[in-house]
C-alpha cells in the first residue's frame, strides 16, 4: 500500500491535516489506535481561537461550530473577593473565542473525512516508524504502508517522537507540582463568561460546553486521582473557590465526566528528523491554564499543509525544510503565556508570604493596567498566523 502523507494520530492535529491535504488533492492515510467512539467521546479543552475558528470554517468543517459554538468577547478573572473583566471587545478589538468542545471538532473533522472517501483507520495496533532518513513506510497489524512523507500527530505519548534516534531531537521540560481535575456536568452555567478564579485553597475554572453543560477545573495535587473526589467533595470545593464574589451562587447538577490531567509544559526541537514531521501535542505540550494545546495543533497543521503543498505541487522542500522553525516561534509564545497564566491564577505550596504579594500585585496589575490587561488579551485571542 503506498500513499503520499501518512498520519499517525487521528486527534485534531492528524485529522485536521488529513482534510487541509486532501482539499489540496494530496492523499494521506489516518492510522489510529483508539476506536472512533473513543476519540470522538473523549473530552478535552474547549476554547478556540478567532484563527482557529477561521480556519476550520474556510475549511468548509465549520458549520455546526458556527451554529453551536458559543462566542465570547471577555473572561473574567475572580480573586480577593471580586471580579474583574478582561474585555475583547475593547482591548483587541474584532477578536474573540469561541467555546466549542474538542471532541466536537475531532466528530466534525471525521465525518468530513468520511465524507470524501478519505481513509481513516481506527482500531490500529502497533503502528512503527521505518525509514525516516530517506524511504518511509510504517507498519502495523502486520500491513505495510509507504509514504512520501510521515506526520506524528500522535499526541505526547505516541510512538513518532521517540523512534528518532537518541541525541537528534532536544527536549525542554517543566513539571508543575500540581494537576487539574476536569469536570463535566449537565447543569446551566452559573457564568456568562469563563471565571478563572485564584483562591488560597487553590485555582478553580468555570467553563462550559452549551446552555445546559458546564466545564469545570479545580486545582488538585500532582498524585490525585477522581477516586479521592466524589462528586459531593468536587461540588464543595468549587463552591468554596468560586463563590468568593458576594451575590454568585454556583448551580449544581449531575456529573457526568471526570479526570485529572497533568501540569506540564514540553518542548521539542526540532520538530522534524528526515522525512518525520511532528505536529500538536507529539511536538509540544502546554499546561491548559492559556487554553493553548488545541489551537498550536491547528497552527502547526495549517505550517505544515502549506509545505506538503509546495514540496508535492514543485518538488521543492524549502518550506519542509522550514517546518520547525516557522512553528517554534509560536510554541514559545503560547509556552511563556501558559506559564505566565499558570503562574498569575494558581497557588503553589513553595510560595512564601512574599510570592503570595507578588502574585496579588500582578494580578492588580493586570485587572488595572490596560496595557497589562492587553497582553493577557491578545494572547488569549490568539496572535495572528
Ligand atoms: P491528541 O488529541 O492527543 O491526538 C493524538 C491521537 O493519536 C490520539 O487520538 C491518540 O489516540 C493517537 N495515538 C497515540 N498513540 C498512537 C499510536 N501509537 N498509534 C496510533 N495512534 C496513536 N488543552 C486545552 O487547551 N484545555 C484543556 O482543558 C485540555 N485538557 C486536556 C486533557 C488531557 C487529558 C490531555 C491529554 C490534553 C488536554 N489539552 C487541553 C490539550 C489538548 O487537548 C491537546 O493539545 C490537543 O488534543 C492536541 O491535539 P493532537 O491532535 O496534537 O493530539
Ligand atoms: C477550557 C479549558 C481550558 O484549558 C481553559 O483555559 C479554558 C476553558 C475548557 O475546557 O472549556
Same mark, same amino acid.
Given at each position: 500500500m503506498r500513499t503520499q502523507v501518512g498520519i499517525i494520530g487521528a486527534g485534531p492535529a492528524g485529522l485536521l491535516l488529513s482534510h487541509l491535504l486532501h482539499l489540496r488533492g494530496i492523499a494521506s492515510v489516518v492510522l489510529e489506535k483508539r476506536s472512533r467512539d473513543y476519540v470522538e467521546r473523549r473530552v478535552r479543552a474547549g476554547v478556540l481561537e478567532q484563527g482557529t475558528v477561521d480556519t476550520l470554517v474556510e475549511a468548509g468543517v465549520g458549520a455546526r461550530l458556527l451554529r453551536e459554538g458559543l462566542p465570547h468577547h471577555g473572561i473574567e478573572l475572580r480573586y480577593g473577593g471580586a471580579g474583574h473583566r478582561i474585555a475583547f471587545e475593547k482591548l483587541v478589538p474584532g477578536r474573540s473565542i469561541t467555546v466549542y468542545g474538542q471532541q466536537e471538532v475531532v466528530k466534525d473533522l471525521i465525518a468530513a473525512r468520511l465524507e470524501a472517501g478519505g481513509d481513516v483507520r481506527f482500531e490500529v495496533e502497533d503502528v512503527a516508524l521505518h525509514g525516516l532518513e530517506a524511504e518511509p513506510y510504517l507498519t502495523f497489524g502486520g500491513e505495510r504502508l509507504d509514504c512520501d512523507v510521515i506526520a506524528g500527530c500522535d499526541g505526547f505519548h505516541g510512538v513518532s517522537r521517540p523512534a528518532v534516534p537518541d541525541g537528534v531531537l532536544r527536549f525542554f521540560e517543566r513539571d508543575y507540582p500540581f494537576a487539574w481535575l476536569g469536570v463535566l456536568a449537565e447543569v446551566a452555567p452559573s457564568s456568562e463568561e469563563l471565571i478563572y478564579s485564584q483562591t488560597e485553597r487553590g485555582f478553580a475554572l468555570h467553563s462550559m460546553r452549551s446552555p445546559t453543560v458546564s466545564r469545570f477545573y479545580l486545582q488538585v495535587p500532582?498524585?490525585?486521582? &477522581?477516586?479521592?473526589?466524589?462528586d459531593e467533595r468536587i461540588w464543595d470545593e468549587l463552591r468554596a473557590r468560586l463563590? &468568593?464574589?458576594?451575590g454568585f451562587t454556583l448551580t449544581t447538577g449531575r456529573i457526568i465526566e471526570k479526570g485529572v490531567t497533568p501540569m506540564r509544559g514540553f518542548v521539542t526541537e526540532p520538530m522534524q528528523y528526515g522525512r518525520l514531521y511532528l505536529a500538536g501535542d507529539a511536538a509540544h505540550i502546554v499546561p491548559p491554564t492559556g487554553a493553548k494545546g488545541l489551537n498550536l495543533a491547528v497552527a502547526d497543521v495549517r505550517v505544515l499543509t502549506e509545505a506538503l503543498d509546495r514540496f508535492f505541487s514543485t518538488g521543492s522542500a524549502d518550506l519542509l525544510d522550514g517546518y520547525s522553525e516557522a512553528c517554534l516561534k509560536r510554541v514559545w509564545r503560547a509556552q511563556h503565556f501558559s506559564w505566565w497564566m499558570t503562574t498569575l491564577l494558581h497557588t503553589f505550596d513553595s510560595d512564601d508570604d512574599y510570592g503570595r504579594r507578588l502574585q496579588r500585585s500582578h494580578l492588580d496589575y493586570v485587572t488595572s493596567s490596560e496595557a497589562a490587561a492587553t497582553t493577557l488579551a491578545e494572547n488569549y485571542v490568539g496572535l495572528p498566523w
Open positions: 500532582p498524585d490525585a486521582t &477522581t477516586g479521592e473526589w466524589p463563590e &468568593t464574589v458576594p
